[in-house]
């Protein structure tokens, strides 16, 4: 059985900084996409970032893309979202996600994923 636990959500400042992880356990993640989501009051879950475990490719929603940093520890089967310049439309319940597959296309909606994390909130003050 998969298990995902984020940590590292929490308040900051906008322009600020934060690091999020998602320790994954339970598989050998050699063929797994792993992904963040956010989800904000009133909205539905987005993409964040993904990465292919074993290539280490990545891929960033538009929004994010020069801001966020998604990477993985193999070792300790850790996925990170290192978020900079934070806005307050950050603000929002953070997401890991995993796939058991990695293909040709990233996997950018939330029903292509196939286990959850409890998701940790951030929330970015103006």
């Known amino acids: 059985q998969v298990q995902l636990v984020e940590s590292g959500g929490g308040l900051v400042q906008a322009g600020g900084s934060l690091r999020l992880s998602c320790a994954a356990s339970?598989?050998?993640?050699?063929?797994?996409?792993m992904g963040w989501f956010r989800q904000a009051p009133g909205k539905e879950r987005e993409f964040v970032a993904a990465?292919?475990?074993?290539?280490?490719?990545?891929y960033y929603a538009d929004s994010v893309k020069g801001r966020f940093t998604i990477s993985r520890d193999s070792a300790k089967t850790t996925v990170y979202l290192q978020m900079s310049s934070l806005k307050p439309e950050d603000t929002a319940v953070y997401y890991c996600?995993?796939?058991?597959?990695?293909?040709?296309?990233?996997?950018?909606?939330?029903?292509?994923?196939?286990?959850w994390g409890q998701g940790t909130q951030v929330t970015v003050s103006s």
């Open positions: 996600a995993a796939k058991m597959k990695s293909g040709s296309s990233w996997y950018v909606s939330f029903n292509q994923y196939d286990y």
């Open positions: 339970g598989r050998t993640f050699g063929s797994y996409t």
């Open positions: 990465i292919t475990w074993s290539t280490g490719s990545t």
